[in-house]
């Protein structure tokens, strides 16, 4: 949740996360700012972003690792503002994402090309091992 410090979010299933004109931060399945492990987690139908990983330069010690991922906008958002700290993404499965598989964002908006796959990406991230389909 907003404000918690080191959490695991694990085996859930998140199905048809939606939003309204008026929420920016709905329509998103599973979201961590710092100190979390999002692991082993089916996200299905998002509107927006499946998993999103911080906000802004709050990004701090966060991995997603082993989740599933099906027909979101975007599969997974990463924060790459400056001065974001350290993320890890890997070993996931991500399919039917419309807009990217995997994103930097600045806020709200998207500032990188596809980073699944990419031979150079942000310094703060590791991004390895994940599944684009």
Known sequence: G???EMTACTGNLVRNARSTATEADEGIGIAAISGATITGNVVENAERIGIRLGFGAGLRDVVASGNVVRGAAIGIAVSVVPGSG???IAANVISGASRGAILGMERHRV???ELAGATRVPPHLAIDGNRVG
């Open 86 to 88: 350290e993320a890890a």
């Open 111 to 113: 500032t990188t090309g």
């Open 2 to 4: 907003r404000g918690a």
